[in-house]
């Protein structure tokens, strides 16, 4: 990070609830009934990859797949229809630990290694100097955003705080490469990398006979269940269940953060579930991925066991999301996918049209939410940090980071109206490497029904009418310029003020325009 965006980071105090309040302490936030948070996210699961309906209609894809704990926790809670992440990993796992839009804290690509950028080259363009090395909770790192996170603003309230599974907020090397540093007092399995080396406990999550790791993405700490059979996923959740069992004996509330490898790539296949799929008609590679959907769903059925087993599951909310959109991207990402697909959504991960940033969002909140209850308001992955810190009752702290998401809770408790005019943006100043409608160097901005994508390479503005065309088909920009002027000032206006960055014109050496220049 540039020294304008950490000075920014260290000097503007987070939020009109927190500005200037002191921290409180455990003692003063100790109401008996506080409840246990569980956020259980999906890597890189489309907002399709389930058999649960997030559009109006069931479609084809709802058919092909088998979540019936999805639809058990949907009976249960809410269902968003419109919820929505960062189009890539890290930005969006960033936004959920500091509350900041990926403008603001831009770390905008995957992170990986310190120091290190991962965009891939372009012939016209290239990168702004983003923070590659993702988010720290102390400043003296270069390339970061300097953030508190909710989970340590938890701690600090007398919550046991856990982490089983994918991080990568952080490159390797730097602090933020480590969940304790943002307040999780156990961590299991997360460290610097974006996915997994192997699904596979034969191939030992990425370590050798020796157990020195043959890959950056060799998944740590599960040397119980090398060469034991056992499926990643299925190995992060018997961790999980163990770490649930001492967090009940040390009575006090918890927060687990469940965030499984699955469903990224490697597209391995999960033993218990290929064949029935294979038997569906299903292609080998689109069998795998099936079998890892349904393995994850099989891991939130055995969290939903335990908390009733174990007499919990009345005193504690279950969030369920996605990163980002499923990988359904390429030239040939209508109809001929990689191994899933996101219709009607138009593309996938890495995306800002809809199929890379669409995801599927579920609530449970006994007592709360009301049971089978569908939410159509916008909101967005930055939106949690405000959201889970008010369900643990947590109204006033201290961060030096701007947060940009709003609490949904009065959502949640049915005493807010579904407003459909919030205004989002989205910036991807960044080249993933992937090709496809709406892939790299581009900006977004959606306000009620419309949505503007400009893309800072052909300076292209597109206007879709969501409303009426979910799956972004019909562009709208020649014949409604009046809404393209508006939108395009916004998102101009907004990202300034947030420190956004911009793509460099190779040729001139300058930044690309705003999209309202």
Same mark, same amino acid.
């Given at each position: 990070m540039n020294r304008h965006h950490t000075a920014l980071a260290l000097?503007?105090?987070?939020?009109? !609830?927190?500005? *200037?309040?002191?921290?409180?302490?455990?003692?003063a936030q100790s109401a008996p009934q506080r409840p246990n948070i569980i956020l259980f996210m999906v890597d890189d699961m489309g907002w399709q990859d389930t058999s649960v309906p997030f559009w109006t209609r069931r479609t084809d894809l709802n058919d092909t797949y088998r979540t019936p704990n999805m639809e058990r926790l949907a009976r249960q809670g809410m269902l968003f229809t419109q919820a929505y992440a960062s189009a890539i990993s890290s930005p969006s796992r960033c936004s959920l630990l500091t509350g900041a839009n990926a403008a603001r804290h831009c770390v905008t690509n995957w992170t990986r290694q310190r120091d290190r950028v991962t965009d891939a080259p372009d012939s016209l363009l290239q990168p702004p100097q983003w923070n590659? &090395? *993702?988010i720290c909770q102390v400043p003296g790192t270069p390339h970061t955003f300097v953030a508190r996170s909710y989970v340590d603003i938890l701690r600090a309230a007398g919550y046991h705080t856990i982490h089983v599974g994918k991080a990568h907020w952080g490159a390797a090397g730097t602090p933020g490469e480590q $969940?304790?540093? =943002?307040g999780f007092e156990v961590n299991i399995a997360g460290h610097a990398a974006g996915g997994p080396a192997t699904y596979l406990s034969e191939r030992r999550? #990425?370590?050798?006979?020796? *157990?020195? $790791? /043959?890959?950056? =993405?060799? !998944?740590?700490?599960l040397q119980a269940y090398w060469d034991t059979g056992t499926f990643l996923t299925e190995a992060l959740t018997q961790e999980a269940l163990k770490a649930l069992d001492r967090a009940q004996a040390y009575r006090q509330p918890f927060y687990l953060y469940l965030s499984h490898y699955a469903v990224h790539v490697p597209i391995d296949r999960d033993p218990r579930y290929f064949d029935k799929y294979k038997q569906q008609g299903l292609s080998d590679k689109e069998a795998a991925y099936a079998s890892l959907v349904e393995g994850m769903d099989k891991s939130l059925g055995d969290v939903l066991d335990w908390l009733e087993r174990n007499g919990q599951a @009345? &005193? /504690? %909310? !279950?969030? =369920?999301?996605? @990163? &980002? *959109? #499923?990988?359904? /991207?390429g030239t040939a990402w209508r109809d001929a996918p990689l191994y899933t697909q996101n219709r009607p959504l138009r593309c996938g991960k890495g995306s800002l049209h809809e199929g890379g940033i669409r995801e599927p969002l579920l609530v449970r909140w006994p007592g709360v939410t009301r049971p089978g209850s569908r939410q159509d308001a916008c909101v967005i992955i930055e939106d949690f940090f405000? /959201? %889970?810190l008010e369900m643990a009752g947590i109204r006033r702290y201290q961060v030096p980071q701007v947060v940009d998401g709003r609490s949904f809770v009065p959502l949640l408790q049915g005493r807010a109206p579904s407003r459909h005019d919030r205004t989002l943006i989205w910036n991807y100043p960044n080249a993933w490497g992937d090709t496809g409608? #709406? %892939?790299d160097l581009n900006c977004a901005i959606r306000q009620g029904r419309?949505?503007?994508?400009?893309?800072?390479k052909t300076r292209r503005r597109e206007l879709y009418d969501l409303s009426a065309d979910i799956g972004e088909e019909h562009d709208l920009a020649a014949i409604r310029p009046d809404v393209v002027r508006r939108l395009s000032r916004q998102l101009g206006r907004r990202l300034r003020a947030m420190g956004a960055q911009r793509p460099i014109v190779k040729a001139t050496g300058l930044p690309c325009p705003w999209p309202d220049e």
């Open positions: 000097l503007a105090p987070l939020s009109s !609830v927190a500005l *200037g309040s002191p921290l409180p302490s455990a003692a590659c &090395n *993702g $969940p304790a540093h =943002f999550y #990425g370590y050798d006979a020796d *157990g020195r $790791p /043959t890959y950056d =993405f060799a !998944v740590p700490h @009345d &005193n /504690t %909310i !279950v969030i =369920f999301m996605s @990163d &980002n *959109g #499923g990988y359904a /991207t405000p /959201t %889970i409608p #709406g %892939i419309w949505k503007l994508l400009y893309s800072y």
